[in-house]
């Protein structure tokens, strides 16, 4: 960060026609360990080379030409783009990951180079080593995601966003437009480390204001994750300090992680995430910005995080729903006629399904996330936190709400929508969270997750159910979640329910 620039699834279909769409793959686990051995290298570069990797000095390109090298050998495409400023030539490293649809790009992105004054390891280089390895994880994996994947190490950051600003002038309006989302790390590991994210839909109600549309999409995958392994987070504003700025200044939606940097932790933080009162990074811009200015657990918590946004934002989680003439659409902002069966056909006796606010629930794992996928309302099986994360939860049988009657018009009909199923260790493959359709005297299950003895976390995901069988009906969706143990925690919800037509 510069000083003028800072900051299975299991589907149980019967045999009526639905064809289900399998939820994407699951986020490799990135190793803290090869993430480290990409900071060594940027010190051993920074060593040979006058103490510093910063922009016209040999070490920056040297940095460059590592991070190219093995991305190369990966199987992307790269691209290293000149620009000049202060009489110097800089770099900006572009890699394509082939594959993916073009027009919907995926951008991730992190400033390579640091200050005359130091090494610059912690800012930058955990952020652009974090990116690397998630990169070569993408080809290790073979990731092919339905958006295009494209990286950026951007140089002359620390000078004011030179190389990201040059990088953004340099597009034409239709490349702009064909970014649909970019991702921002610079400086994922401060030694006393705060876990901010960038507030995408200004609830902070602080600073600049939201980010481009998209935005908070991006801010609630990241916080989803984060409320996945018990981590609190808090907001940052959009001040424009790194290089997400040029990117939301040409309409371009965006977010990030940042760790802190030379602001000093309060006495809340410290509650909230330990370490001291001192600042997140006190060799913030200094000489000892060393490899040894690194905190591990915040490097491998963000490695991981970015990998889980980058899955999830390039082939599910908060994927854009279906292109197409909306049928119906629910964010269940407001009540709009779904009811549940409570005395009727419910037999469970707490966690009943309601349209509310949820409160966040953690039970070792999040259990409840008090995060919707967009608005502040969702279909919850208990709103409330209760005395315990066990208070408000499923219990006794199974809970159901029921849409309005939906007309279908003809045509090739496309159901989304996002969902969780958590649960313990204490549940079995007799719990379960499914969304049903009833036609008429017909009822034909269209999406199931049973429960497994083990512990799941709360995290949003997408799926879509091809509904072109029932064209030209009038029917109803019914969301559903059972406990049918003794003793088995079950938490669910759903959210953003639309019905497109090609």
Request: aromatic share 8%.
């Amino acid at each position: 960060m510069g000083a003028t620039a800072l900051v299975a699834a299991l589907f149980a279909v019967p045999a009526q026609a639905a064809p289900v769409q399998v939820a994407a793959p699951a986020a490799p686990d990135i190793s803290v360990t090869d993430v480290k051995a990409h900071l060594t290298q940027l010190q051993s570069i920074a060593t040979a080379n006058g103490g510093n990797r910063a922009h016209g000095r040999p070490g920056y390109l040297a940095s460059v030409t590592y991070v190219k090298g093995l991305l190369d050998a990966a199987g992307f495409t790269t691209q290293q783009q000149s620009f000049t400023y202060n009489g110097a030539t800089g770099y900006n490293l572009i890699a394509d990951w082939p594959g993916g649809d073009t027009t919907d790009t995926l951008m991730i992105g992190a400033h390579l180079d640091s200050v005359t004054a130091g090494p610059g390891i912690n800012d930058n280089g955990t952020g652009s080593a974090a990116n690397l390895e998630v990169a070569l994880a993408v080809a290790r994996t073979g990731f092919q995601p339905a958006r295009h994947l494209r990286f950026g190490w951007w140089g002359a950051e620390e000078l004011g966003l030179r190389g990201s600003t040059a990088y953004v002038n340099s597009l034409t309006s239709a490349q702009r437009a064909n970014i649909g989302g970019y991702l921002n790390f610079d400086m994922v590991g401060s030694p006393n480390p705060g876990y901010f994210l960038y507030d995408g839909d200004n609830s902070d109600g602080t600073g600049s204001g939201p980010g481009p549309a998209g935005s908070a999409e991006i801010e609630d995958t990241l916080e989803a994750y984060f409320t996945s392994i018990g981590v609190p987070t808090r907001g940052t504003d959009f001040d424009g300090r790194s290089d997400y700025g040029p990117f939301i200044s040409a309409g371009i939606p965006a977010g990030g992680i940042f760790t802190g940097a030379e602001g000093r932790k309060t006495a809340a933080q410290v509650t909230l995430w330990g370490g001291t009162t001192g600042a997140f990074d006190p060799c913030y811009h200094a000489s000892c910005d060393t490899i040894a200015n690194v905190n591990d657990t915040a490097l491998n918590r963000n490695s991981d995080a970015i990998a889980a946004a980058v899955w999830a934002l390039a082939d599910g989680g908060t994927e854009p729903p279906p292109t197409g003439t909306t049928v119906y659409s629910d964010t269940f902002e407001t009540a709009t006629g779904w009811t549940t069966d409570a005395g009727a056909t419910d037999t469970a006796t707490a966690g009943l399904f309601e349209r509310g606010d949820p409160a966040a629930t953690t039970s070792g794992v999040a259990t409840q996330l008090g995060s919707t996928v967009s608005g502040s309302y969702d279909l919850v099986t208990g709103a409330t936190a209760g005395a315990s994360a066990g208070a408000n939860d499923v219990d006794g049988g199974a809970t159901t709400v029921r849409s309005p009657a939906i007309t279908l018009p003809t045509g090739t009909l496309t159901l989304s929508f996002s969902w969780y199923l958590a649960h313990l260790n204490n549940a079995t493959s007799g719990d379960y969270f499914r969304v049903r359709l009833i036609s008429g005297s017909t009822t034909t299950t269209l999406f199931t997750q049973a429960g497994a003895a083990s512990n799941r976390a709360a995290a949003w995901q997408s799926a879509s159910v091809d509904l072109s069988a029932y064209a030209g009906q009038s029917v109803r969706l019914q969301v559903e979640a059972a406990d049918t143990g003794t003793a088995s925690l079950i938490e669910a919800a759903v959210d953003n329910v639309t019905i497109t037509r090609a």
